[in-house]
């Protein structure tokens, strides 16, 4: 989709302090022949503080760099991938509670990893759908920190997760960047794959249960076989709509002058990623995104901020998002810079 006179006035990042993964491995948190193998350095860690606690100090930011008041905000979007609080509660109400006082819609998006880039899409269109809507809020955040879940085993492919919150104020006013399209899609035929042969219900939270991904997808043919079809079938679809955003925003693939993805810590994993679309690895942002582990919805914006704010890019680069989320979930976007902002480096 086309996104005509859409811009990024603000964005914002709440971003812990990094735990080195070798003290991880000392502590028999992280299997030592894993951190070897897939090259993670790190993981960023919050501690207890909770995840929508971060999303407002997120928030706050990117509405500071924005220039827009509170009262310019007509709807806020807020996506998480772990549990955000109690149960039954809407976290998005208490951030939007915490940075304005606007009686907005405010509503959780839960795409897994794809939340806070697929969010670009609904709130793109809900800006352009009238004349009278002038900003939305995009927020996304979590901690895995959990008693009962460990950060440093997640199971499948990207294997080590780290906390962070983020956030971006979508305008129709001007704004550093330019947002010149955005493309989603679902693979929803490998949603089996993830689920397992778990039950529906009762859901497993609710009896205390909780397996990680590698035990879900042994339960199904196999983990390497599952995880290979996961991988082709989403990795098709992902390049089927990078390109076509690209084509949306009427620029080539050789016009990207950088790339902001899910993290990792092996190249090898990048170029499954970035190869079929043409794109070559360092134009990524390995080394930025292995010292913080995979930040589940957060990866692409905290890498957009961190192009930004050390002047990676500027005015006439473009940036192409690409986020995927539990293997049926992906979206991209391409954003253009438009001007050096005064809260860069």
């Known amino acids: 989709m086309k996104t005509p006179g859409i811009f990024l006035s603000g964005i914002g990042v709440h971003l812990p302090p990094s735990v080195d993964?070798?003290?991880?491995?000392a502590r028999g948190e992280y299997d030592a022949a894993d951190h070897e193998w897939y090259g993670w350095t790190g993981a960023a860690v919050a501690g207890d503080t909770p995840a929508p606690d971060m999303a407002v100090s997120a928030a706050r930011e990117a509405l500071s760099r924005s220039g827009h008041p509170v009262s310019d905000i007509d709807l806020h979007l807020h996506a998480g991938f772990f549990e955000q609080g109690p149960e039954g509660w809407s976290a998005q109400h208490y951030i939007l509670r915490h940075v304005t006082d606007r009686d907005v819609p405010a509503f959780s998006v839960w795409q897994a990893c794809n939340g806070l880039v697929g969010s670009f899409d609904l709130a793109a269109s809900y800006l352009l759908a009238s004349p009278q809507r002038t900003a939305a809020l995009l927020t996304g955040a979590d901690n895995v920190g959990t008693p009962n879940y460990n950060r440093w085993d997640f199971g499948i492919q990207n294997g080590v997760l780290g906390d962070a919150a983020s956030s971006v104020v979508l305008s129709k006013r001007e704004g550093f960047a330019r947002l010149l399209s955005v493309t989603a899609a679902s693979t929803s035929e490998v949603e089996e794959q993830y689920r397992g042969a778990e039950p529906i219900f009762p859901p497993s939270l609710t009896v205390g249960r909780r397996m990680n991904m590698k035990e879900r997808f042994a339960s199904r043919r196999g983990v390497e076989e599952t995880v290979a079809e996961v991988v082709q079938r989403q990795g098709e679809l992902r390049t089927h709509i990078a390109l076509q955003a690209l084509a949306e925003a009427d620029i080539d693939v050789t016009e990207v002058t950088r790339v902001t993805h899910v993290f990792t810590?092996?190249?090898s994993y990048l170029k499954v990623i970035l190869d079929p679309i043409g794109i070559d690895v360092e134009r990524g942002l390995l080394e930025f995104?292995?010292?913080?582990?995979?930040?589940?919805?957060?990866d692409q914006?905290?890498?957009l901020n961190h192009l930004v704010t050390t002047g990676q890019v500027g005015p006439g680069d473009h940036v192409l998002l690409i986020a995927h989320g539990g293997g049926v979930s992906l979206s991209c976007a391409v954003v253009r810079i438009e001007?050096?902002?005064?809260?860069a480096r």
């Open 265 to 267: 810590g092996q190249e």
């Open 301 to 303: 914006v905290v890498g």
């Open 339 to 343: 001007s050096r902002p005064p809260w």
């Open 289 to 298: 995104g292995r010292n913080l582990g995979h930040l589940t919805v957060n």
């Open 21 to 25: 993964a070798g003290e991880a491995v």
